[in-house]
């Protein structure tokens, strides 16, 4: 296990810069996942650690050597792409083997002991003879994973490898890779768009937008204390509503457009214009009580859950709720919500 430094990581290809100065410190044994939109930038900070692109500048060390000008085989790191680029005509012990004979790590039999761990380790020592086209999709996810583990490397980097699986399989694999960490302890690096991947996966998620970091820290704090409208919107998609912070009774209330007031926690020191950002499942939807008044514009039926989409002072707001009460469109209804969960963005 390695630590894993960027500083001062920037990107341009021509004229056009892609990343703009990120640093980034990544503890031994840590699983880091950088998390963002299409183009952000992700994929090309994971390739730029792997030795895959060249930085314009910056310094990348790992386990405190400074690897910036070394290509990919002098860095001990292993890549597992979204692709899997698993070879055909191999079977899948060869498949797994393969990195250790291209770099001429151990003796046979050596290499035969460690392709025969890494396969025990993902549990598919029983299909060590099939080629690739004769796995399923998770197979030959589990058969790059283990190929990617083989060397014992010091870094893995995962480029979206749960993004070619559907929905129930992407599940599993989520706790095999939550699992497999435990077990090896291997600093890791992990990109992908899906906030749920990251929030499950990670010890720390870092947030990019358009280049830069936008918001780094636990899934928890990154969940509940967003720094930004972006990291509100980006992560569980928030509902975002202007309103006013006014003072009523001694403590800090929000008004919408429509003069409806949220109560805001105790001794909350903003003033003024902001942004509230409210989670959909933090809001609780009754026929009546006290909270702020709105109508139900459609309903979602989500299996477990419904989504309300509810307008309220001229704007919508998403609620999740579950299926003891069902209200249908054009039913006027009352949102409520702690006060502690109401987050304040500047505007």
Same mark, same amino acid.
């Given at each position: 296990?390695?630590?894993?430094?960027?500083?001062?990581?920037?990107?341009?290809?021509?004229?056009?810069?892609?990343?703009? !100065?990120?640093?980034?410190?990544?503890?031994?044994?840590?699983?880091?996942?950088?998390?963002?939109?299409?183009?952000?930038?992700?994929?090309?900070?994971?390739?730029?650690?792997?030795?895959?692109?060249?930085?314009?500048?910056? &310094?990348?060390?790992?386990?405190?050597?400074?690897?910036?000008?070394?290509?990919?085989?002098?860095?001990?790191?292993?890549?597992?792409?979204?692709?899997?680029?698993?070879?055909?005509?191999?079977?899948?012990?060869?498949?797994?083997?393969?990195?250790?004979?291209?770099?001429?790590? !151990?003796?046979?039999?050596?290499?035969?002991?460690?392709?025969?761990?890494?396969?025990?380790?993902?549990?598919?020592?029983?299909?060590?003879?099939?080629?690739?086209?004769?796995?399923?999709?998770?197979?030959?996810?589990?058969?790059?994973?283990?190929?990617?583990?083989?060397?014992?490397?010091?870094?893995?980097?995962?480029?979206?490898?749960?993004?070619?699986?559907?929905?129930?399989?992407?599940?599993?694999?989520?706790?095999?890779?939550?699992?497999?960490?435990? &077990?090896?302890?291997?600093?890791?690096?992990?990109?992908?768009?899906?906030?749920?991947?990251?929030?499950?996966?990670?010890?720390?998620?870092?947030?990019?937008?358009?280049?830069?970091?936008?918001?780094?820290?636990?899934?928890?704090?990154?969940?509940?204390?967003?720094?930004?409208?972006?990291?509100?919107?980006?992560?569980?998609?928030?509902?975002?509503?202007?309103?006013?912070?006014?003072?009523?009774?001694?403590?800090?209330?929000?008004?919408?457009?429509?003069?409806?007031?949220?109560?805001?926690?105790?001794?909350?020191?903003?003033?003024?214009?902001?942004?509230?950002?409210?989670?959909?499942?933090?809001?609780?939807?009754?026929?009546?009580?006290?909270?702020?008044?709105?109508?139900? &514009?459609?309903?979602?039926?989500?299996?477990?859950?419904?989504?309300?989409?509810?307008?309220?002072?001229?704007?919508?707001?998403?609620?999740?709720?579950?299926?003891?009460?069902?209200?249908?469109?054009?039913?006027?209804?009352?949102?409520?919500?702690?006060?502690?969960?109401? &987050?304040?963005?500047?505007?």
């Amino acid at each position: 296990m390695s630590d894993v430094r960027l500083d001062a990581i920037m990107k341009s290809y021509g004229p056009v810069a892609v990343l703009h !100065g990120i640093s980034l410190d990544i503890r031994s044994g840590e699983f880091i996942s950088l998390l963002g939109a299409s183009g952000c930038g992700k994929t090309t900070l994971l390739r730029i650690v792997a030795g895959l692109e060249e930085v314009t500048s910056g &310094r990348i060390s790992i386990d405190g050597r400074d690897v910036t000008a070394l290509p990919p085989e002098k860095r001990d790191i292993a890549m597992m792409f979204q692709s899997y680029a698993l070879l055909p005509h191999l079977n899948v012990f060869e498949n797994v083997r393969f990195p250790l004979r291209m770099r001429k790590i !151990g003796t046979r039999a050596e290499q035969m002991e460690m392709a025969a761990a890494a396969l025990a380790t993902v549990q598919l020592g029983h299909l060590a003879d099939r080629r690739p086209r004769q796995l399923s999709g998770g197979q030959q996810q589990r058969v790059a994973l283990a190929r990617a583990i083989v060397s014992h490397p010091k870094v893995l980097l995962l480029d979206e490898p749960l993004s070619n699986l559907d929905a129930r399989l992407r599940e599993d694999m989520q706790v095999e890779l939550i699992e497999l960490h435990k &077990r090896l302890g291997l600093t890791t690096l992990f990109v992908t768009h899906d906030q749920d991947e990251a929030l499950s996966l990670s010890d720390r998620v870092v947030l990019l937008n358009n280049g830069w970091v936008e918001q780094q820290g636990s899934p928890s704090e990154i969940y509940d204390r967003p720094a930004t409208e972006f990291a509100s919107n980006f992560i569980g998609s928030a509902n975002l509503i202007d309103a006013t912070i006014v003072e009523r009774d001694g403590r800090p209330m929000a008004m919408l457009a429509d003069q409806q007031c949220l109560a805001l926690a105790a001794g909350e020191a903003a003033r003024g214009a902001v942004r509230l950002a409210l989670r959909q499942e933090d809001m609780q939807l009754a026929a009546s009580g006290s909270g702020i008044s709105g109508t139900v &514009r459609t309903r979602v039926f989500l299996g477990a859950q419904n989504r309300y989409v509810v307008e309220v002072a001229g704007a919508t707001i998403r609620v999740l709720a579950a299926n003891a009460a069902v209200y249908a469109t054009g039913d006027p209804v009352v949102l409520s919500i702690d006060p502690a969960r109401v &987050r304040l963005l500047t505007r």
